[in-house]
């Protein structure tokens, strides 16, 4: 069951209680993401997560870290386009400890000037990481290209120019205007009493103030665009991707089954045309990347300098397939029964709980029974899957990256395809 309170300052707090566990996932979901920066600030708000992790007034870093650890407990954090996360899981007898340590991480990390040093060489390592996997990379060059200009082509670690230039001032400010009560949802699921819990976030919590900073992201504005990074690479990178509906929109069901039958599965049809019948690529995956007014369709592969044409046209003619035909009824009723699969096998897990209430939360403001869930998708027909595509597969929508020995002309010319 799941209860809900509002503290005073605008923190929400949110629990669902799970009797039959002995561990507790809980997670502090902060509005805030590169999505609220700007070229200067580029990859300020994943690094404030790194920071509060390296000490508060009355916690080391070490002291952080072997807090969780002494208890078989488990804590991470990570930063998106919309939002940031800390979470910990850990026995449901260590809850009070949890939340302090959270808490003491958001309310009073010190921003050390020598530790923020320190902490720019871990970051400018981890673009650096990014940057020598073309797998992922071709994902950051992917986006800045399909989103042209808008804040969501940022990349969330930011750029070296950036991270090397952060002042402690600048990181305090973003942090202060936007680690706020009113910006903040503390999410639970475990076994646990949701009185206690609300007593035990007051306590901790009731100190910070209210009101975030009001960011003002427009809605991006996607054209299609292609783009190339020259790379001597063993195998091309290749991202076609087109606009899709958002977090929020009802259009989102049809879109996960699409997505399914397209290639978000290994029985997709891109996964067994180009993989297991021609045998072209080792990977090729679609993904939604969905976000609270806007979404994106991805379609990623790997493959060699001699496939990669042969390749880009086998994806738009599936693509348009999708948009002349009706999916089969066996393809439709796979899909369904794979998305209601995962989502009812994801429910055993007291993490995906906590993470469900909290995307719940921020996103629509109230529970989303599974039963409306699961209702929504069975709704889905194929004329709906196929009146999306028509709408997305459009080739003033569609853009094309790639990463590798792949030339300009390749993409000049594939985008004609649509």
């Not at 650890?69 to 009070?96: C, R």
Request: hydrophobic share 40%.
């Amino acid at each position: 069951m799941r209860n809900k309170t509002v503290l005073d300052n605008g923190i929400r707090v949110i629990s669902e209680e799970i009797s039959h566990v002995r561990s507790v996932s809980l997670g502090v979901w902060v509005r805030c993401g590169s999505r609220g920066e700007n070229e200067a600030i580029n990859g300020v708000a994943h690094f404030i997560e790194h920071m509060l992790f390296k000490g508060t007034e009355s916690r080391t870093a070490f002291d952080i870290a072997s807090e969780i650890d002494s208890v078989g407990g488990i804590m991470n954090a990570f930063t998106g386009k919309e939002l940031t996360s800390f979470y910990i899981k850990i026995p449901d007898y260590h809850l009070p400890m949890a939340i302090d340590l959270l808490a003491d991480i958001l309310k009073n990390s010190l921003f050390d000037p020598e530790e923020i040093e320190k902490e720019k060489s871990v970051v400018l390592q981890e673009i650096s990481l990014v940057e020598d996997t073309p797998d992922d990379y071709i994902h950051d060059f992917f986006e800045e290209t399909f989103w042209n200009g808008h804040s969501l082509g940022l990349p969330v670690l930011g750029t070296r120019k950036t991270v090397a230039g952060f002042e402690t001032d600048a990181l305090v400010k973003f942090f202060t205007e936007r680690y706020r009560g009113g910006n903040l949802v503390l999410t639970a699921a475990g076994n646990l009493k949701h009185d206690v819990f609300v007593d035990l976030v007051r306590n901790a919590f009731e100190s910070l103030e209210g009101e975030p900073i009001k960011e003002d992201s427009a809605k991006p504005v996607v054209t299609s665009r292609g783009a190339v990074v020259e790379k001597d690479l063993e195998q091309e990178h290749v991202i076609i991707g087109t606009i899709a509906p958002s977090s929020t929109s009802l259009l989102r069901y049809p879109a996960m089954l699409m997505n399914v039958v397209l290639g978000g599965s290994m029985s997709s049809r891109l996964f067994q045309e180009i993989r297991e019948k021609r045998g072209l690529a080792y990977s090729i995956r679609s993904y939604l990347a969905p976000y609270r007014d806007v979404g994106m369709l991805g379609i990623y592969v790997g493959t060699g300098e001699d496939k990669v044409r042969e390749v880009i046209n086998l994806i738009f003619e599936e693509m348009n397939r999708v948009k002349r035909d009706f999916l089969t009824e066996k393809e439709l009723h796979s899909a369904k029964e794979l998305i209601k699969g995962n989502l009812l096998l994801s429910m055993e897990s007291t993490d995906n709980r906590m993470t469900r209430l909290a995307r719940n939360e921020i996103l629509f403001e109230r529970d989303v029974p599974l039963e409306e869930v699961v209702a929504n998708i069975e709704a889905v027909s194929r004329e709906d899957i196929r009146n999306l595509a028509g709408d997305i597969f459009s080739s003033d929508t569609i853009s094309l990256a790639a990463m590798g020995r792949v030339s300009e002309e390749d993409i000049t010319k594939a985008l004609v395809r649509p």
